[in-house]
């Protein structure tokens, strides 16, 4: 415990919530073009990407934040499944479907050099002869790529003329093109788990000059890791500690465990964004119009806010704009408070003061097309205020007839598009542990050894870990958000070179 910097104090307080559980959060709505989201139609948007471009001209400090540390074995899941069967005959229709289009995958190639390295035949050879394991072998396996054991950042998306990138590369060329300042300045963050932070290192190396040569900018490229101090206790059945062999086991704690890293870095705008969300360059303007859309409306609401805060330092408002400032925090932040009634002038100003003075974000929503993840909500808080929130399904209690008419109503999801203003308005940063709910958290079962046992995770990054954050949210096309989740995902035309061409999006 004293080598992960984690407290007795902390472990008590993790394993009292495995004895109670986490509460749900209380709906008081799903999040819509009517009410929480944000819909600007193309003839008004000029005016926040104009906003953002003017942004970009100022001496401010704009980081891209890239999750990173996952691993790509689950892009490979039926793939691995393949191997382990006795039988050489393909009968999953993923896995037919892989075959089928092997030689549109961006690693095509160099799959081709160890296939005739390793087994002494190429890929239509080792297919025609049965052996097509043994391709999935060089695929996933350290004698060939090792995908298995890579990070999804590190594996190649897509394929350009003489040359492929990998996920992390797309970041690159995608942070050249909306988040760039004045000074050519490109800063990107990607959080990583301790066994790839060389890997991702040494590709960097490879690539940084090409790709500031090519994009005319230079490259700030940091990494960090997962802090020991965010793993989590591992409780038994009878939820207390989890010992393997007299040891106590510990977990990650989840994505929410990555507040510590952004907490740590010094910059104005953050941006946030998955690192397997990306597209090739023919495809990416709608990407990079709407990631300047949301930046813009960040900044024209963060001076909105720095506006009204000023003036409540200078003393000179009246009881008209002290309404103002109120219905602005209602209506524009969707934040509601029933006490407000009720409060003379003095402590509406002090509650004013206390909901605009916070971090600043501002989400990307796509249209609800029954893709997985958590959605938009109007949520009740624990101090009876109300305001938008990202939530997970296990956040609601679905048991409840009400709650889950209110979850299957939901338009939209959450595809991790966000931007974020880490200063106040005095220029100083915010300390985003103070505006975590510890209440948010998720508990899941696992194994260990063949033994269960029960896993805390932290409050999601974009969920709890933000819930005392102001939140707007925008409506983004479904075009912005491309996950790959599973291999065959990059057959599809938007991550496939030749398709996307031929293909009018």
């Known amino acids: ?39 600007i139609p193309e003839n008004e948007q000029e005016l926040f990407l104009r906003t953002w471009d003017v942004y970009l001209l100022k001496n401010n400090t704009i980081v891209k934040f890239v999750p990173a540390s996952g691993a790509a074995s689950r892009m490979f899941k039926d793939l691995f499944e393949f191997l382990d069967t ?23 190639h160099l799959l081709q050099y160890f296939c005739r390295q390793n087994e002494g035949k190429s890929i239509a050879e080792l297919i025609a002869s049965g052996e097509s394991k043994k391709i999935i072998e060089n695929l996933l396996y350290d004698k060939g790529l090792n995908y298995g054991q890579l990070p999804k950042g590190l594996i ?19 942070g050249a093109k909306y988040a760039c300042n004045v000074s050519k300045r490109v800063n ?18 490879e690539i940084l000059s090409e790709y500031e040569n090519r994009f005319g900018v230079w490259y700030n490229i940091e990494f960090s890791e997962q ?5 989590t206790i591992a409780a038994d059945a009878d939820n207390q500690p989890f010992y393997d062999k007299e040891q106590l086991v510990f977990r990650p704690g989840g994505h ?50 720095f506006e009204y805060l000023y003036r409540i330092d200078s003393g000179k408002y009246n009881h008209k704009q002290v309404l103002e400032m109120l219905y602005f925090i209602q209506n524009e932040l969707c934040i509601k408070n029933p006490e407000t009634k009720i409060l003379e002038d003095g402590e509406l100003i002090l509650y004013i003061k206390s909901k605009l003075n916070r971090p600043l974000r501002v989400c990307g929503m796509v249209r609800n097309q029954g893709e997985p993840g958590g959605g938009p909500f109007l949520t009740v808080n624990a101090d009876g205020t109300i305001s938008l929130q990202i939530l997970e399904s296990s956040q609601i209690d679905l048991k409840d007839p009400e709650k889950k008419q209110l979850f299957e109503q939901g338009t939209h999801f959450n595809p991790v598009d966000l931007v974020c203003a880490l200063k106040n308005y005095k220029g ?78």
């Open 156 to 174: 190649f998306f897509h394929s350009y003329p003489g040359s492929s990138r990998t996920a992390m590369e797309e970041h690159l060329a995608e």
């Open 227 to 231: 802090k020991s101090s965010t793993d």
């Open 86 to 108: 006795a039988e050489n005959t393909i009968t999953a229709p993923s896995v037919t479907a892989f075959f089928e289009g092997i030689s549109q995958f961006a690693f095509y």
């Open 428 to 505: 100083e940063k915010f300390d985003l542990l103070r505006h975590v709910d510890k209440n948010t958290g998720f508990i899941s079962l696992k194994s260990k050894n063949g033994k269960e046992l029960k896993a805390l995770e932290l409050p999601g990054l974009w969920n709890g870990a933000m819930s005392d954050w102001n939140t707007i949210f925008v409506e983004v096309p479904i075009e912005t958000f491309n996950p790959v989740k599973t291999v065959n995902d990059l057959l599809r035309p938007e991550h496939n070179f030749s398709k996307a061409a031929s293909k009018d999006f």
């Open 256 to 305: 929410g465990a990555l507040i510590e890293n952004l907490n740590d870095i010094q910059a104005d705008v953050v941006f946030i964004k998955n690192i397997d969300n990306v597209v090739p360059d023919l495809l990416k303007s709608e990407t990079v119009r709407y990631k300047k859309l949301i930046a813009g409306i960040l900044v024209h609401y963060q001076q909105k806010i």
């Open 1 to 39: 415990m004293e080598s992960k910097g984690i407290s007795v104090n902390q472990i008590e307080e993790q394993l009292k919530f495995f004895g109670s559980g986490f509460p749900y959060l209380s709906i008081y709505a799903s999040a819509s073009v009517q009410k929480g989201i944000l819909y």
């Open 188 to 205: 990107l963050h990607f959080t990583v788990s301790p066994e790839h932070h060389k890997l991702f290192q040494q590709r960097v190396d």
